[in-house]
């Protein structure tokens, strides 16, 4: 049982981002027998069959409603599951005609984009993405129906967009750039993205955000009866108002493209030079809370990679793990959104970072816990240091009345991979491993544990991570590279690209220094 | 009323929305009898439509002779959702299908009612399903719950689309054989006929049953029993007050805005799992360029 423990465990969480099971954001506790309180007081009564859940709401609200909300993303997968199966009628004829469909129904004014994305259809498609790297039961088919979601959204018309452009910069597209690209060559979750050259003839691309429906997630985010009643069955012992608010917080920060400008420039800026990993530059001065316009980056796209080697996959999947966990020990900071869309691959390892609309940055003290419980369970072998690692972070109640052993054996699933040398590989069955135990609240640890707000995010990373490691079913020894990164170990190179990063980061520190020394 | 127990409602997201993408046609030979630039496609394709729905079986139900008709003759009780479907394929047909497809469904309907007939238990008054009377009972009750629905929860139309919309939906009953001056065409005249047809009405132990399991469905999908919660109070909530205590529901506490972009919340919800079912994104797109094409010869 143990070794097949050891056999499912994931690297994702090597790098000590251990999140206990409560943390299953985005979905249901199901057949807890609240739903018995519905009851039959509908049927069959005369002249009285209806008894008014309003009247006696108070308590029936908690565990009668909680229940449905949180649903809804299942709910939305469920569709998309078996429409996979299902040729769609009107779209029989291949993409060009699709193409042309999506154009004559583009949306042309604000008020599509309401209609269109309104009432939680934008919020679902942000909820979605998260969702889909939190929730076990989302993947494949997820995928595939947040692909639906985002089908039913057409894109802008070529005017909708330029008067975007023109509302942002103050003059139209043509004027604002050199030659600009009126055809869309990518659709964002809440957006598009447009080709164009800049005045000083930089090719970029501009990601140009759809009109109004920053005010329309906002307008449903600002109701939260519903996204409360989802966190509520998710994670009943947890603090939900805070839960909430980090989830707002970090929605609404999507919908300011400028925060993302900023973030994709500090990445970009820190990777500057780096050997396999690369991140475009930003335009800073063509960047607004509706426009984010970088160097246009081309690449092959994630799908492409299953024609690929295995081995120019691992070297891909290495690059990706070291992008990761490095942002989050030198940089302390997240790269939030681990949708496959968002990479773009050059063979070799190199790969392209795009889209830095979800960052988490994290402070040294919402860090160091993190750092501790890493260190203390795979490096020191310290099972009750790691435990007060775990307090400290907030993911366990002080006066858990468990043993540690217990707690450890709990956990240490989630570090499986990066507590010993060896070369281990990436498998589906994996995902659905970790998500078990990730998901089990029948764990007596469940009733003790919490997810403090601030690391709400990491569940995203570390699931979106595994599942793309896992769905290239890369090898490699993880801890052999994070124990490179580990800033409390710090070892030698021990692959070809952690000898080029190595080279690189001296002469970063050069550079450094040079600088200060400058100054 | 017959003892026999309804069948669960399992399937019922599924099956409507089959319905639904059987009944927009591919290419229709023309825009039948309202076409894309009608109120009526408007209101039909209204995010409050579910809510219309529901309202309008619960107050069809409402005249005995109507529910009488249903409880002793359709498969309602064998298979509800199936009934249920069937019944959106008709109304779908007949509003996005061309001509000749809603004639052939409205055909179809007559020759059912041909043979619907009977004797109500509770008013031991003879009922006959093709009776002007009750279709245009039938006809009303869908029509002003539209209106009912898509004022509280949808998308308000202004005095004059209204009007628009309950003049252009006399057509769908005279589909059915009722003479065209006795249909409401107007929202006032809407109003003067519920004055005049009140008294006909009443809650039978049918009406009862049958509401009771509307409202709560049993062995719906767990996942949609949850949003069908809304569904339901938003439902109940848009009656007439006359109608709902007649039920005996108790006064729905008044509609805040909050609870409101709840319920439109759910509803949007529902809608983005009903756009999940297979084929319906496409025949919502058809319905979309037809309309979109059509605002663009208006000007």
Known sequence: MKSQARRLAIAVLAGGVSIIAALTLLRGRRGDGSRGLRGSAWRGRRGSGWRGRRGDSGRRAGSLRVERGLTALRLVARGGARYASNAPRLFASAGEHRQQLRNDLALQTAEDVTTTLGTMKGVLMKLGQMASYVDDGLTPAARRTLSRLQDSVPPMSPELAARVVTEELGLPPEQAFATWDPVPIAAASIGQVHRAITLDGRAVAVKVQYPGIAETIEADLGNVALLRRMLKITAPSQDVDGLLAELRERITEELDYRAEARNQQLFARYYQGHPTIHVPEIVEELCTRRLVTSDLADGARFAELASWSQAERDLAAETIYRFVFRSLYEMHAFNGDPHPGNYLFHGGGRVTFLDFGLVKHFTDDELRPLVEMVKHLCVENDPEAFRRAMVEAGFLMPDTPLPTDMIVEHMALFYDTVRERGARTMTGEYASAVSRRFFDFRSPLAAYAAIPRSYVILQRINLGLFALLAELSATADWRCIAEEIWPFVQAAPCTPMGTAEATWLAGRRDLAQAARAVR | ?299
Not at chain 2, 73 to 81: E, G, Q, T
Not at chain 2, 87 to 104: I, K, L
Not at chain 2, 109 to 124: C, E, L, P, S, W
């Open chain 2, 1 to 299: 009323m017959t003892a026999e127990p309804y069948a669960a409602a399992s399937g019922l997201v599924e099956r409507s929305a089959a319905a639904y993408v059987s009944a927009v046609p591919d290419q229709p030979q023309d825009d039948g009898f309202f076409g894309p630039a009608s109120v009526t496609w408007r209101v039909t394709s209204d995010l409050s439509a579910p809510v219309a729905g529901l309202r309008s079986l619960l107050m069809q139900a409402l005249h005995p002779l109507a529910m009488a008709g249903v409880d002793q003759h359709s498969d309602w009780r064998l298979d509800p959702v199936g009934r249920l479907a069937a019944t959106s394929a008709y109304e779908a047909t007949v509003t996005f299908g061309d001509r000749a497809s809603a004639t052939r469904v409205a055909e179809r309907v007559k020759a059912i009612h041909t043979r619907v007939r009977g004797v109500d238990t509770v008013t031991g008054r003879p009922y006959a399903a093709g009776d002007p009377a009750l279709l245009l009972w039938v006809h009303v009750a869908l029509v002003d719950s539209a209106l009912a629905a898509g004022t509280l929860f949808g998308t308000p139309l202004a005095d004059a689309d209204a009007d628009a919309y309950v003049r252009e939906m006399t057509i769908a009953a005279e589909l059915l054989g009722v003479p065209h001056e006795i249909i409401p065409a107007s929202v006032a005249e809407l109003g003067r006929y519920f004055a005049n047809v009140r008294p006909e009405l009443r809650c039978t132990p049918a009406a009862a049953e049958s509401m009771g399991y509307l409202l709560d469905p049993p062995g719906l999908d767990s996942d949609i029993a949850e949003l069908w919660q809304d569904i339901r109070d938003a439902a109940v909530t848009s009656l007439p007050d006359w109608a709902r205590e007649m039920y005996g529901y108790p006064a729905p506490t008044p509609l805040t805005a909050g609870r409101r972009t709840e319920i439109r919340q759910a509803l949007g919800v529902l809608d983005a799992v009903f756009l999940g079912e297979p084929g319906v994104l496409e025949a919502r797109q058809r319905l979309a360029l037809r309309m979109r094409s059509a605002r663009t010869k208006a000007g």
